[in-house]
């Protein structure tokens, strides 16, 4: 199946834990992106990536890391340093990194903070 | 900053109504616009998108109006059905061109 797969769907984290938030891509997509979501909120962008080796921050990445080692995978840590880190996050992936294509997205990990 | 916003959190309707759901948008540069559909628990879908060298676009039921004057953007959904019933999101470019930005979304309500 062509796709984006994260994991785990549902994830519980004691304080002061990191976490790491799987995403993988067999579309072929260059850029791939990550998004939090809180309830009743938008999408914010944490962190995202056109291309292989490179990534950058967006709106909201503090308490977060992530890696671009290989263009399928795009692995999200949710450090000790996120001060509020229960939310729903959500990978997607985009032809280009240009902004101007659609957005595939997963189907979510659900972090919750114990 | 930036920032992508609907004019309201949530829309009822009628089955077989036509729904309109509104946004407006902060970055006047943006190129692209974009509307994606959300289900319980689900990642969102794509539903339609715009060039900002058009005003309307049309899909399956489902139109897209920009108003690059007053930044608005509009999703019109013709004879609305409860298979509709999830959280829209519009987003639009963010400032250096890289990624998508997103409202905060409306919960569209459609009753039998």
């Known amino acids: 199946d062509g796709g984006i797969t994260q994991s785990p769907k549902y994830l519980f984290r004691k304080e002061g834990q990191n976490v790491t938030l799987s995403c993988e891509q067999n579309?072929?997509?260059?850029?791939m992106y990550w998004y939090r979501q809180d309830p009743g909120q938008g999408l914010r962008l944490i962190y995202y990536?056109?291309?292989?080796?490179?990534?950058q921050k967006g709106d909201i990445a503090e308490g977060y890391s992530v890696s671009r080692e290989k263009k399928e995978s795009f692995p999200l840590t949710v450090t000790s340093a996120q001060k509020n880190p229960t939310a729903f996050y959500l990978c997607a992936t985009s032809r280009d990194g240009q902004g101007t294509g659609e957005l595939f997205f997963g189907e979510g990990s659900r972090l919750t903070v114990l | 900053g930036e920032s992508v916003g609907l004019h309201l959190p949530t829309l009822s309707v009628q089955e077989g109504d036509n729904s309109i759901i509104n946004c407006a948008y902060s970055n006047s540069a943006s190129d692209y616009f974009i509307w994606y559909k959300q289900e319980s628990g689900k990642g969102p879908q794509f539903i339609i998108d715009i060039r900002s060298n058009m005003d309307k676009r049309q899909g399956q039921r489902v139109t897209v109006l920009l108003n690059k004057t007053v930044k608005h953007l509009s999703l019109q959904i013709a004879a609305t059905q409860p298979g509709d019933s999830a959280v829209y999101f519009c987003?639009?470019?963010?400032?250096?061109?890289?990624?998508?930005?997103f409202g905060k979304g409306t919960t569209l309500s459609v009753s039998s």
């Open positions: 579309l072929n997509h260059d850029a």
């Open positions: 987003a639009h470019q963010n400032q250096a061109g890289t990624a998508l930005i």
């Open positions: 990536s056109q291309i292989v080796n490179d990534f």
